[in-house]
């Protein structure tokens, strides 16, 4: 396993034996951590992909689903708290260097892939909110560019006191999953 990390030049730690976890460097989300576990017949791949939904959890559950139907090796899964992750299971025997490559490349592809459509469709209003404090109060607006169609039309939306929302600073972003306390 690890011959085949170095081989896909890929970025990793070694927590356990037969454990590792490979950062996946994206354009739309910034690293997506990917957890490889070796077991007795099986590898094992789990990876975050965004915390569970605040809105629209219908469409983004069949958006999920529909895009499962063309990844290979992997498909989208949620837990109980309906964080997204992507996860897998292939058989020892055809764990191959071009193989696990093939299964980083799939991981990062679906991950960074689907990073914005996913936070369009579960977390629009918060987006918006977050777009209307920022113009507001003159922040800078370069990392809400890739969700310009969320942007209010008058800057500073106002809440129910009249004054924009500020983001929570005590929730997690979509791009971390929930404590699972």
Same mark, same amino acid.
């Given at each position: 396993?690890?011959?085949?990390?170095?081989?896909?030049? *890929?970025?990793?730690?070694?927590?356990?034996?037969? /454990?590792?976890? &490979?950062? !996946?460097? %994206?354009?739309?989300? +910034? @690293?997506?951590?990917?957890?490889?576990?070796?077991?007795?017949?099986?590898?094992?791949?789990?990876?975050?992909?965004?915390?569970?939904?605040?809105?629209?959890?219908?469409?983004?559950?069949?958006?999920?689903?529909?895009?499962?139907?063309?990844? *290979?090796?992997?498909?989208?899964?949620?837990?109980? /708290?309906?964080? &997204?992750? !992507?996860? %897998?299971?292939?058989? +020892? @025997?055809?764990?191959?260097?071009?193989?696990?490559?093939?299964?980083?490349?799939?991981?990062?592809?679906?991950?960074?892939?689907?990073?914005?459509?996913?936070?369009?469709?579960?977390?629009?209003?918060?987006?918006?909110?977050?777009?209307?404090?920022?113009?507001?109060?003159?922040?800078?607006?370069?990392?809400?560019?890739?969700?310009?169609?969320?942007?209010?039309?008058?800057?500073?939306?106002?809440?129910?006191?009249?004054?924009?929302?500020?983001?929570?600073?005590?929730?997690?972003?979509?791009?971390?999953?929930?404590?699972?306390?």
């Amino acid at each position: 396993m690890e011959r085949a990390l170095r081989e896909a030049e *890929a970025e990793f730690e070694q927590p356990g034996e037969g /454990h590792y976890v &490979v950062t !996946l460097p %994206g354009t739309r989300k +910034l @690293a997506t951590a990917c957890s490889l576990l070796l077991g007795d017949h099986t590898l094992s791949v789990n990876a975050f992909v965004v915390r569970g939904a605040d809105e629209n959890h219908e469409n983004v559950y069949r958006w999920l689903l529909e895009r499962n139907a063309r990844l *290979a090796g992997i498909a989208f899964a949620i837990d109980a /708290h309906g964080d &997204v992750y !992507l996860v %897998g299971r292939l058989p +020892l @025997a055809s764990v191959t260097a071009a193989e696990v490559d093939r299964l980083l490349g799939t991981v990062l592809d679906a991950a960074d892939g689907s990073f914005n459509t996913l936070l369009e469709l579960g977390f629009a209003t918060s987006i918006r909110r977050e777009w209307a404090w920022r113009l507001k109060r003159g922040e800078p607006t370069f990392n809400l560019a890739a969700f310009e169609r969320l942007r209010p039309e008058e800057p500073g939306e106002p809440d129910e006191a009249g004054e924009p929302s500020a983001p929570d600073p005590q929730s997690p972003g979509p791009d971390r999953p929930r404590s699972k306390d």
